[in-house]
C-alpha cells in the first residue's frame, strides 16, 4: 500500500510568516530574481478552492488581492502574476509575484525559460518584509 507524502505545507510555513490569521498565511519567499514574491497559504490542508465554503473562498481571495495591493503600493512593479497551481505541492497556495519588465522571465511565467539573463538580487531587505508586514496588518488586521 502505497502512503501519502507529508504535506509540507502542512508541516511548515513556507516561507518568512509576514501575516497569518485562523485561516491563511501571507510569506515572503527567498527569490532572489524576485522581489517581494509572496504566498498565500490556506492552513488547513486542501487541495482546492472548491473545498472551501464561500465565506472561505472570499476570505482567501481578499487576503490575495490585499497582498497584490500592498506590492503595487510598495514595489510599483509593471505587473503582478496570481497564480494558484498545487500540481507540486497539492495544498491549497496562491503565488503573488511582482513582475518587472526587465527581471529573467518577462513577459513570460516565472516558471518557464529564462528569457535574459539577470543579475541576482539579494533577498528583501528586512526594510521590505517590515514594510510589507505593516501594511498587511493595516489592511487586514493584526497578525494572530
Not at 12 to 31: F, I, M
Not at 53 to 78: I, N
Request: net charge negative.
Amino acid at each position: 500500500m502505497l502512503t501519502a507524502e507529508p504535506c509540507e505545507l502542512c508541516s511548515q510555513d513556507g516561507g518568512e510568516v509576514l501575516w497569518r490569521d485562523r485561516h491563511c498565511r501571507v510569506v515572503l519567499v527567498a527569490d532572489p530574481d524576485y522581489q517581494g514574491y509572496c504566498r498565500v497559504i490556506w492552513n488547513a490542508h486542501v487541495k482546492e478552492m472548491t473545498e472551501l465554503t464561500a465565506g472561505e473562498r472570499r476570505h482567501c481571495m481578499d487576503v490575495v488581492l490585499a497582498v497584490e495591493a500592498q506590492l503595487h503600493g510598495l514595489l510599483t512593479p509593471d505587473k503582478v502574476n496570481l497564480a494558484s497551481f498545487g500540481n507540486m505541492t497539492p495544498h491549497l497556495h496562491w503565488h503573488v509575484i511582482p513582475r518587472f519588465a526587465g527581471d529573467p522571465h518577462f513577459p513570460n511565467p516565472v516558471w518557464g525559460p529564462r528569457m535574459r539573463e539577470h543579475p541576482a538580487k539579494k533577498p528583501v531587505d528586512i526594510d521590505t518584509a517590515r514594510e510589507l508586514r505593516a501594511a498587511l496588518a493595516t489592511t487586514l488586521g493584526s497578525s494572530g
